[in-house]
């Protein structure tokens, strides 16, 4: 029974979503203020039982020594930044702010450099003619093609004039073909979306499939 | 007339692509999928591993990518179950243990998997970077219990399984930027095998990554979920939406077409 309810709201609800389509209505207006609404007190419940209550509270309770008395350090910076919501001592959030900063910091810099610069330099560095194998050495001509000219994209200290307008053309297309496919992508993306709510209606709701 | 071909009302569009979607999906007509080289890759990947490896699932996705990300995981959990590998899922974003729940139950009860000794979900946890770092270390520091509070050493699977080294693949279904740190951190920091599916939004970002070997497989998008389909032979949402999503593109394409049939002719005029 719950689940035959529980379809038939998510049916109404997506029908209600879907009329903003033809033009704004009291209809939409609800469901976007009950999707507000549930979503923040779903995750205000959701991040008191699954990061407060087990990781800081129930911990603080069953452990004990040093492991115990650390987590007061993570629970202070908790509560300092709260402290954003009074004017008068919002700065002290910024203690807070920093320290997630510096850790966001370090573990970016080393992720970026090591896990992402430096594999992505090294995969660049391809042989530009591959002895019986014609696609592969086009594709690397393209590839190596495409990182110049597009780095001379980004190159602002000499105006793109003259000779130099050339390959930073050549740069702008690579560009410009890499939007493409991210927007091609995305339409994908939506109509899957799409997709998948006209499946639920078709298939949980109306059983039509 | 060519006015009125620049300058089409939007809600019309908007039914006819709803036509679109709506009679393949009646109808059932299936197109034919042809699997790419990326998605192939992340299904040799998962056919290379040895029977009992252990397979790390992340599922960091919520119900907005669901349609996308939810046939893909069932078709991987599927390949997995069949290939009697050892299957752990975790989830980096909150509302993502509930999907991967859900699959896991569903597969996992096609192929009479048993909790604890072929599968387990540890759950959520916050702080994504850390953990990461921290799983290549000991996965108990992070994940000392399963999602129900049950202790990771109670679990027959889950006791010669401490940190990468015995984590035979991580397949990452990824709707944001997770699928970056899983490689920039795991990958690159610890030499874990990846294979990241993603929704359509995401996937083209990943494909440097793929042209680095930084990746095994990467599954884009509801066509990956379809193109992962065929290869486990099991028709599910992937392969039925493609039709719909196949005829929705060519709508797209003509109304391209039209709506610059119109521009270019009132700007000649």
Same mark, same amino acid.
């Given at each position: 029974?719950?689940?035959?309810?529980? $379809?038939?709201?998510?049916?109404?609800?997506?029908?209600c979503?879907?009329?903003?389509?033809?033009?704004?209505?009291?209809?939409?207006?609800?469901?976007?203020?009950?999707?507000?609404?549930?979503?923040?007190a779903?995750?205000?419940?959701?991040?008191?039982?699954?990061?407060?209550?087990?990781?800081?509270?129930?911990?603080?309770?069953?452990s004990?020594?040093?492991?115990?008395?650390? @987590?007061?350090?993570?629970?202070?910076?908790?509560?300092?930044?709260?402290?954003?919501?009074?004017?008068?001592?919002?700065?002290?959030?910024?203690w807070?702010?920093?320290?997630?900063?510096?850790?966001?910091?370090?573990?970016?810099?080393?992720?970026?450099?090591?896990?992402?610069?430096?594999?992505?330099?090294?995969?660049?560095?391809?042989?530009? +003619?591959?002895?019986?194998?014609?696609?592969?050495?086009?594709n690397?001509?393209?590839?190596?093609?495409? %990182?110049?000219?597009?780095?001379?994209?980004?190159?602002?200290?000499?105006?793109?004039?003259?000779?130099?307008?050339?390959?930073?053309?050549?740069?702008? $297309?690579?560009?410009?073909?890499?939007?493409?496919?991210?927007?091609?992508?995305?339409?994908?993306?939506?109509?899957?979306?799409?997709?998948?709510?006209?499946?639920?209606?078709?298939?949980?709701?109306?059983h039509?499939? | 007339?060519?006015?009125?071909?620049?300058?089409?009302d939007?809600?019309?569009?908007?039914?006819?692509?709803?036509i679109?979607i709506?009679?393949?999906?009646?109808? &059932?007509? %299936?197109?034919?999928?042809?699997?790419?080289?990326?998605?192939?890759?992340a299904?040799?990947?998962?056919? &290379? @591993?040895? $029977?009992?490896?252990? +397979?790390?699932?992340?599922?960091?996705?919520?119900?907005?990518?669901?349609?996308?990300?939810?046939?893909?995981l069932?078709?991987?959990?599927?390949?997995?179950?069949?290939?009697d590998?050892?299957?752990?899922?975790?989830?980096?974003?909150?509302?993502?243990?509930p999907l991967?729940?859900?699959?896991?139950?569903?597969?996992?009860?096609e192929?009479?998997?048993?909790?604890?000794?072929?599968? %387990?979900?540890i759950?959520?946890?916050?702080?994504?970077?850390?953990?990461?770092?921290?799983?290549?270390?000991?996965?108990?520091?992070?994940?000392?219990?399963?999602?129900?509070?049950?202790?990771?050493?109670?679990?027959?699977?889950?006791?010669?399984?401490?940190?990468?080294?015995?984590?035979?693949?991580?397949?990452?279904?990824?709707?944001?930027? $997770?699928?970056?740190?899983? %490689?920039?951190?795991?990958?690159?920091?610890?030499?874990?095998k990846?294979?990241?599916?993603?929704?359509?939004?995401?996937?083209?970002?990943?494909?440097?990554?793929?042209?680095?070997?930084?990746?095994?497989?990467?599954?884009?998008?509801?066509?990956g979920?379809?193109?992962?389909?065929?290869? +486990?032979?099991?028709?599910?949402?992937?392969? +039925?939406?493609?039709?719909?999503?196949?005829?929705?593109?060519i709508?797209?394409?003509?109304?391209?077409?039209?709506?610059?049939?119109?521009?270019?002719?009132?700007?000649?005029k």
């Amino acid at each position: 029974m719950s689940i035959i309810v529980g $379809t038939w709201v998510a049916a109404f609800l997506t029908l209600c979503i879907f009329s903003f389509l033809y033009k704004d209505n009291p209809f939409y207006k609800f469901a976007e203020h009950l999707y507000v609404g549930s979503s923040a007190a779903y995750m205000l419940v959701y991040f008191y039982f699954f990061n407060i209550k087990p990781m800081l509270i129930d911990k603080f309770i069953t452990s004990a020594g040093t492991v115990r008395w650390i @987590l007061i350090i993570p629970a202070f910076f908790g509560i300092i930044m709260i402290l954003r919501i009074i004017p008068q001592i919002s700065w002290i959030s910024r203690w807070a702010i920093a320290f997630t900063m510096g850790i966001g910091s370090g573990i970016g810099i080393v992720a970026g450099i090591h896990g992402y610069i430096l594999p992505q330099i090294k995969a660049t560095f391809l042989p530009l +003619v591959i002895p019986g194998n014609v696609v592969e050495s086009i594709n690397n001509i393209i590839l190596i093609i495409g %990182v110049i000219t597009t780095f001379l994209f980004f190159y602002f200290s000499k105006e793109h004039k003259g000779l130099f307008k050339v390959p930073v053309r050549i740069g702008m $297309t690579f560009i410009m073909i890499s939007f493409g496919a991210s927007f091609g992508y995305t339409v994908m993306a939506r109509l899957s979306l799409l997709i998948g709510r006209i499946h639920f209606l078709l298939h949980d709701w109306l059983h039509l499939i | 007339m060519f006015k009125k071909l620049a300058t089409i009302d939007r809600r019309y569009i908007y039914v006819i692509i709803a036509i679109c979607i709506i009679i393949p999906l009646l109808t &059932k007509i %299936v197109l034919e999928i042809k699997v790419s080289p990326p998605v192939q890759s992340a299904y040799d990947s998962m056919e &290379k @591993l040895p $029977t009992s490896s252990s +397979v790390l699932f992340s599922i960091d996705y919520e119900p907005s990518a669901e349609p996308e990300l939810q046939p893909m995981l069932l078709a991987i959990l599927r390949h997995a179950f069949k290939k009697d590998l050892k299957v752990i899922v975790m989830c980096h974003w909150p509302l993502g243990f509930p999907l991967g729940q859900s699959a896991l139950v569903q597969v996992a009860k096609e192929y009479n998997k048993e909790y604890g000794k072929d599968y %387990v979900n540890i759950g959520y946890r916050p702080g994504t970077e850390a953990i990461m770092i921290g799983i290549g270390r000991e996965i108990r520091d992070f994940f000392a219990s399963d999602y129900a509070g049950v202790l990771l050493d109670s679990l027959p699977m889950m006791r010669a399984i401490h940190n990468y080294r015995d984590i035979g693949l991580l397949i990452g279904l990824e709707a944001g930027a $997770t699928g970056d740190f899983w %490689v920039r951190l795991a990958g690159a920091q610890f030499g874990q095998k990846i294979v990241l599916g993603g929704t359509a939004v995401t996937t083209p970002d990943w494909y440097p990554y793929l042209q680095a070997g930084q990746i095994d497989g990467l599954i884009g998008g509801l066509k990956g979920a379809a193109e992962y389909e065929k290869l +486990v032979e099991s028709s599910g949402r992937g392969i +039925v939406g493609m039709t719909a999503q196949s005829v929705a593109h060519i709508a797209i394409i003509v109304f391209i077409l039209l709506g610059n049939i119109g521009y270019f002719a009132i700007r000649r005029k």
